[in-house]
């Protein structure tokens, strides 16, 4: 059984407790720890899946988990991109049918057109920050699946994300593990990982917003200076 290490998350549910899924998952913490991250990479939002993974670190770094760091670094990683894999063939294979009916209310091609767009135009800067960004590591699958993103790019820059989110906050949680303020100041840590997660989204808003302003600007500019032609009222 894993030591105690943190308080209950009290303002959460108990299963979005890192601490008290590693704790239930018992001898076969592993296996726990890289099905909930395959979960979440694939099919299913609502999981711990940065504040888990920096727990596991912590925790071999404590000796609560005795599997080496460099091993679960490697096996969470590799359910990370399996659960991308996954993700990426149920959008593209069931995608498509919930756009054949064309005055569907929720669901038009136009959608999928636009995806590609966007995904084409951002691709492999999107799938590596939808890494660190809560739900949207999820959803991107299903999106870069249903609008027809390149898969041998989707599957390098999903590479890159994944080594980059899965091995390195278990790093990280190894690291810092043994630092006196990170342990009794865990769940400070674990909001501080959920704000530092959202801001590349925020960052990326921000500027599309900037940039849009500039070119209805720029567009009002250029209405401006069109001559008018005098009007012939006879």
Request: proline share 6%; glycine share 8%; aromatic share 12%.
């Amino acid at each position: 059984m894993l030591a105690a290490t943190t308080t209950t998350l009290a303002l959460m549910p108990q299963w979005f407790n890192p601490e008290y899924l590693l704790t239930k998952f018992g001898a076969y913490v592993i296996i726990g720890l890289c099905l909930v991250i395959f979960i979440e990479s694939s099919i299913f939002p609502v999981l711990p899946g940065d504040s888990l993974l920096f727990t596991a670190g912590l925790f071999v770094a404590q000796g609560s988990i005795q599997t080496p760091l460099w091993l679960v670094c490697l096996v969470v990683t590799l359910a990370a991109l399996l659960g991308n894999v996954v993700g990426y063939f149920l959008g593209y294979k069931v995608g498509p049918a919930l756009f054949r009916r064309p005055d569907s209310r929720f669901f038009k091609q136009e959608y999928v057109d636009k995806t590609h767009a966007f995904l084409e135009k951002h691709g492999p800067k999107a799938v590596v920050l939808a890494r660190f960004v809560p739900f949207v590591r999820t959803f991107i699958t299903w999106i870069a699946g249903v609008g027809r993103m390149d898969p041998k790019k989707y599957f390098t820059y999903t590479v890159i994300g994944g080594i980059a989110w899965a091995a390195g906050i278990t790093a990280l949680g190894h690291l810092l593990g043994n630092i006196p303020f990170i342990r009794t100041n865990i769940e400070a840590i674990f909001i501080l990982i959920v704000l530092v997660s959202v801001i590349p989204l925020v960052v990326e808003w921000a500027r599309n917003r900037r940039n849009r302003s500039r070119e209805a600007e720029s567009s009002a500019e250029v209405t401006q200076q069109i001559p008018r032609v005098p009007r012939d009222d006879r």
